[in-house]
T-cell receptor
Framework: ETGVTQTPRHLVMGMTNKKSLKCEQH?????MYWYKQSAKKPLELMFV???????ENNSVPSRFSPECPNSSHLFLHLHTLQPEDSALYLC????????????FGPGTRLTVL | TQLLEQSPQFLSIQEGENLTVYCNSS?????LQWYRQEPGEGPVLLVT?????EVKKLKRLTFQFGDARKDSSLHITAAQPGDTGLYLC???????????FGQGTELSVKP
């Protein structure tokens, strides 16, 4: 595998379910990100991990819980989501530097029923 | 309030036409990036511009950073169907700072 991978690619869940999104980067980067992409809205930064420490939490509801066990893996645990949480969830990685150029995974298309 | 405004939001053109996409702000950015996102995929970095007035070319794509580092443009010459996608600009207010994304320009190039 190369680049940034995400699983699953598609997920349908009910509001009472618990599920997790997984992201893995094979680029040797030291920072990882979760973004939410909704139709006609800018990418919303959710969480940032740098050297496995959470450095950014953009007022995201507690029903989203990130986990970064090492510099290559990032998870987003989901529970009791709402229909408005349906979106494309993108993981990205970068190497700390002046420009934070992001390398994105293909995303997980989440539908909450 | 949208910090980075992209225009137009949608653009549908014929193959061979030229087009320009704009990314504007009232704020100064340390650097600005352009990404292209194809359906079912994540955004892919095209270019980073860091100096006011800078112009970068990538084949038929020309990127410019405004002199005051508040705006940027992407010009595509002789567009092809393979250029179809969502074009995103993203700026950092400081070196190493988090990226702020525009809402994107959806480009469709018809054969």
């Amino acid at each position: 595998e190369t680049g940034v991978t995400q699983t699953p690619r598609h997920l349908v869940m009910g509001m009472t379910n618990k599920k997790s999104l997984k992201c893995e980067q094979h680029l040797g980067h030291n920072a990882m990100y979760w973004y939410k992409q909704s139709a006609k809205k800018p990418l919303e930064l959710m969480f940032v991990y740098s050297l496995e420490e959470r450095v950014e939490n953009n007022s995201v509801p507690s029903r989203f819980s990130p986990e970064c066990p090492n510099s290559s893996h990032l998870f987003l645990h989901l529970h009791t989501l709402q229909p408005e949480d349906s979106a494309l969830y993108l993981c990205a990685s970068s190497q700390d530097g002046p420009y934070n150029e992001q390398f994105f995974g293909p995303g997980t298309r989440l539908t909450v029923l | 309030t949208q910090l980075l405004e992209q225009s137009p939001q949608f653009l549908s053109i014929q193959e061979g036409e030229n087009l320009t996409v704009y990314c504007n702000s009232s704020s100064v950015f340390s650097s600005l990036q352009w990404y292209r996102q194809e359906p079912g995929e994540g955004p892919v970095l095209l270019v980073t511009v860091v100096t006011g007035g800078e112009v970068k070319k990538l084949k038929r794509l020309t990127f410019q950073f405004g002199d005051a580092r508040k705006d940027s443009s992407l010009h595509i010459t002789a567009a092809q169907p393979g250029d179809t996608g969502l074009y995103l600009c993203a700026g950092a207010r400081s070196q190493g700072g988090k990226l702020i994304f525009g809402q994107g320009t959806e480009l469709s190039v018809k054969p």
